[in-house]
């Protein structure tokens, strides 16, 4: 089955490049990233700042449900052209990671559907294969965990 | 967990990723795999006990002669390491879908 969401991401370069195509209208995608209500039902995050102009900003934030602060980020606008393109930074706070920068290409292929490039360049190549595998080593910590877990039940 | 980020410092090296490719299709003793090199024997023992202790690559013995082969299974977990974070992406993307599906049927 072909993959929807692909990723690109060459040995030895400091970038990767995010594609999906989408089952919506144009205006439809571009509108899911710049409503507030909306980036937060997705990205599963507290919207605190949102300016979709150029020289704007956003902040992010996360919190569980004890109140504690679990993902907290923030980035500059630099472009903003409706139904086209955003370019913007990502950082993410009290994270040992530089900020990155984020060029956002919205495409229309039919009326109903749409494609996103996303290209994310990083301070470094060993920056970038470390993002890359964050998902991954949270996985297999989560794995690790869960496995303790049954572990220390069986005891 | 060192192992893991010890796996992608092994096959960052060169000289073991041409090691890998020898002994993936062939089990090598080390004198036949230096030979492939132009670095000191001892040098290319050291990249093999590296590859070995990550688990890309396991040892048989036979008679006196120790045989080295590419641990399968090790090298497909490292091929899809980037795999859960393209699934974050796809999991965020249909999520964003679904919601903009509902969005347009409410309009």
């Known amino acids: 089955m072909e993959q929807k969401t692909k990723i690109s991401a060459e040995d030895g370069k400091q970038e990767l490049v995010i594609t999906r195509e989408f089952d919506l209208p144009l205006e439809l995608l571009f509108k899911a990233y710049v409503e507030p209500e909306i980036v937060e039902q997705w990205m599963g995050t507290k919207v605190l700042k949102l300016e979709n102009k150029k020289h704007g900003s956003w902040q992010f934030k996360t919190t569980d449900a004890k109140g504690n602060v679990v993902f907290q980020a923030n980035g500059v606008i630099h472009e ?46 060993t920056l970038r294969d470390q993002m890359l595998q964050l998902p991954f080593a949270q996985g297999i910590n989560m794995a690790h965990n869960r496995l303790q877990d049954i572990l220390s039940k069986l005891k | 967990m060192n192992l893991r980020r010890d796996v992608f410092q092994a096959i ?49 013995q036979n008679g006196r002669e120790i045989y080295y082969h590419i641990n399968a299974k090790k090298m497909k977990e490292v091929a899809d390491f980037i795999e859960p974070f393209r699934k974050m992406w796809d999991d965020r993307f249909n999520k964003l879908e679904t919601i903009m599906k509902k969005y347009k049927t409410k309009k």
């Open chain 1, 80 to 125: 903003f052209v409706p139904n086209k393109k955003i370019t913007r930074t990502f950082e993410m706070e009290n994270a040992p990671f530089d900020v990155q920068l984020e060029f956002l290409e919205f495409e229309q292929l039919t009326n109903d559907t749409s494609k996103l490039n996303m290209h994310i360049v990083y301070r470094s190549v």
């Open chain 2, 12 to 60: 960052a090296d060169p000289t073991r990723r041409a090691i890998l490719l020898l002994v993936a299709s062939q089990s090598l003793t080390a004198g036949a795999i230096a030979s492939n090199f132009d670095t000191a024997r001892p040098t290319v023992s050291k990249h093999l006990q590296i590859l070995t202790e990550c688990e890309l690559v396991e040892q048989t």
